[in-house]
Nanobody, 112 residues
Framework: VRLVESGGGLVQAGGSLRLSCLVS????????LGWYRQAPGQEREFVAR???????DYADAVKGRFTVSRDNTKNTAYLQMDSLRPEDTAVYYC???????WGQGTQVTVSS
């Protein structure tokens, strides 16, 4: 199973980015998919989750600004990030939480 994130980059504060996580194989539709991030010198932290049934969960720090979604026909999950702040700067990872599979991460940098 491979997870490949894309969509990271450099953006100014207040801007938006959309991350994608492409999962190989049909396992995707049978798993919760989580987004996590890790800033330099900090622990990896939970950002958002989409469940098998399409339910969602968010960390308080991103609630109201980020939106997680999934398209089971494309084996892809998305993280729409709006109103970005410098403190959102981190490497963002997606994870098939049910099976503990992880992607390689994509860098998001928000300049002030």
């Amino acid at each position: 199973v491979r997870l490949v994130e894309s969509g990271g980059g450099l953006v100014q504060a207040g801007g938006s980015l959309r991350l994608s996580c492409l999962v190989s194989g049909s396992i995707f539709r049978n798993a919760a998919l989580g987004w996590y991030r890790q800033a330099p010198g900090q622990e990896r932290e939970f950002v958002a989750r989409t469940t098998m049934g399409g339910g969602t969960d968010y960390a308080d720090a991103v609630k109201g600004r980020f939106t997680v979604s999934r398209d089971n026909t494309k084996n892809t999950a998305y993280l729409q990030m709006d109103s970005l702040r410098p403190e959102d700067t981190a490497v963002y990872y997606c994870s098939l939480e049910t099976f503990d599979y992880w992607g390689q991460g994509t860098q998001v940098t928000v300049s002030s």
